[in-house]
């Protein structure tokens, strides 16, 4: 069965600086996505940035770029120029038509 | 705005009472999830459903049930069966079920049962 690790329950960051999340993932596919939601107090659920297996190049949203390490099962998030507004729970997600979720990591971010 | 509704955003509920939380989407998804979110857990899926008139279970489905008469709702009732409802809930929503498939989210509904 699938799994998502995301052995960071909290992280901090000063703001301006750059974090990363971690997420590991277990998975005999080959073919799959996987995603990182970012979830505000507000408890809305918002997708942060997306990366297909089969795409070697990272991908990249404005400040939010992953480290995507296929053979290693890894897909790291990295956020440049920490702001306020980061502050959130943050999931990791495998998604193979299910979508399969981490626990979670708590940013918190100083100013 | 297209997006999706649920509601109401808090929810109180005596012990042994069945009770049913709304999520309503305008995005013309085909694909509809319900989700339970409980402190330190990921997400994990109640139920989902592809297409109107079909609806599978997810890995906790137990003690809860849906229907989905209309492509645009998607409503989950929390029954008496269900052995610890208080959770947060969450409805989401996607194209078809592939993927690749972004799932967009509503706002949640916090079920309290005592």
């Known amino acids: 069965a699938q799994t998502v690790t995301q052995s960071q329950p909290e992280m901090s960051v000063q703001e301006a600086e750059t974090v990363t999340l971690s997420c590991t993932y277990d998975t005999s596919e080959s073919d799959y996505y996987l995603f990182w939601y970012k979830q505000p107090p507000s408890?809305?659920?918002?997708l942060v940035i997306r990366q297909e297996a089969y795409k070697q190049q990272n991908a990249t949203e404005?400040?939010?770029?992953?480290?995507?390490?296929?053979?290693?099962?890894?897909?790291?998030?990295k956020i440049s120029d920490?702001?306020?507004?980061?502050?959130?729970?943050?999931?990791?997600?495998?998604?193979?038509?299910?979508?399969?979720?981490?626990?979670?990591?708590k940013l918190i971010i100083k100013p | 705005d297209g997006g999706i509704t649920q509601s109401p955003?808090?929810?109180?509920?005596?012990?042994?009472?069945?009770v049913t939380l709304s999520c309503e989407q305008n995005l013309?998804?085909?694909?509809?999830?319900?989700?339970?979110?409980?402190?330190?857990?990921?997400?994990?899926?109640?139920?989902?459903?592809?297409?109107?008139?079909?609806?599978?279970?997810g890995d906790i489905a137990e003690g809860y049930s849906v229907s989905r008469e209309k492509k645009e709702s998607f409503p989950?009732?929390?029954?008496?069966?269900?052995?610890?409802?208080?959770?947060?809930?969450?409805?989401?929503?996607?194209?078809?079920?592939?993927?690749?498939?972004?799932?967009?989210?509503?706002p949640g509904t916090r079920l309290t049962v005592t």
């Open chain 2, 9 to 18: 955003k808090y929810l109180f509920r005596k012990e042994g009472q069945n």
């Open chain 1, 43 to 46: 408890r809305q659920m918002i």
């Open chain 2, 76 to 106: 989950l009732t929390v029954t008496s069966a269900q052995k610890n409802p208080t959770a947060f809930y969450l409805c989401a929503s996607s194209i078809g079920r592939g993927v690749s498939y972004e799932q967009y989210f509503g």
């Open chain 2, 28 to 57: 013309n998804h085909d694909a509809m999830y319900w989700y339970r979110q409980d402190p330190g857990q990921g997400l994990r899926l109640i139920y989902y459903s592809q297409i109107v008139n079909d609806f599978q279970k």
């Open chain 1, 82 to 105: 920490s702001q306020l507004g980061d502050a959130a729970m943050y999931f990791c997600a495998y998604s193979n038509y299910q979508l399969i979720w981490g626990a979670g990591t």
């Open chain 1, 62 to 77: 404005n400040r939010f770029s992953v480290n995507f390490q296929k053979a290693a099962k890894s897909f790291s998030l």
